[in-house]
């Protein structure tokens, strides 16, 4: 073990295993999208359990941030998501690079069934697929990275989760099949990027890692519905709507500068509430 590690070389050996994970998954044949969002929380694990003596402690688990319920930022990470998405579709429809559709299902389940199964859904993703990604990125990498200060570590933290899609869309057929590469890799980089301050900033408010599951199963299921919705009809539509698109950076890259103007709390206080 190597438990005389600061917080930031764990963040650092958790980085660089993450990475590791992610393309030996994608290397294997059949890699589903959902397995791969798993890589995560399972470099998280190792850290606490293999390499570091931080899963052997009740402090170790608490600073995940998985006692917490953290009620109070539930609306946002159930509305917020929304709007950039919706946003994003409508302007691609608005200058006729897609077209709105009624599909006869939607999700491949039908209409009467779909409020159901949409709940259904979103409480398994928050519980699973979403969690196996922030208990990773915010519940164990994130408080490690504060000392740093709470702009360069969530703007860091959000790189790295930026990078870790790499793989998946480069060696399988998954995530982003058949877009453009040089201009998906950008936008996928600049979306994660400034993303994870706002998302950041729910999870160190509350001192929960189920909200920034909550925000990003929210973000991934309306994207899975309104990509249901709209038909594209040229390729540059996917760089205006969709998870990763134009307006969904602009939207959080202007959100995140809003929220910076705010006075900021001390980083210690910070650190404390992530770890409480």
Known sequence: MLDKMNDAEKAGLFT???????????????MSSTLYMFTPMLAALLMMLAFTKDGYRKEGWKKLGLHKLGLRGWPFALLVPIAPLALSYLAAWGFGLSEWRVPDKLL?????AAPIVLIVVYIK???FESLGEELGWRGYMLPRLMKMGERRATLLNGLVHGVWHAPIILNTSEYHAGENVWVLFPLMLLSTM???PVIGRLRLKTGSVWTASMMHTTHNLVWAVLAELWVNR??????????????VTLFYMGLTLWMWRKPRASREAQAAQAAA
Not at 108 to 112: C, I, K, P
Not at 234 to 247: E, F, P, T, Y
């Open 108 to 112: 491949g389940f039908e209409w009467t």
């Open 194 to 196: 400034f993303l994870a």
């Open 16 to 30: 660089l295993l993450v990475l590791a994970l992610g393309i030996g998954f994608s290397l294997v044949p059949g």
């Open 125 to 127: 993703s928050v519980l």
């Open 234 to 247: 040229s390729d540059a539509a996917s760089w205006i709507s969709g998870d990763m698109s134009l307006v």
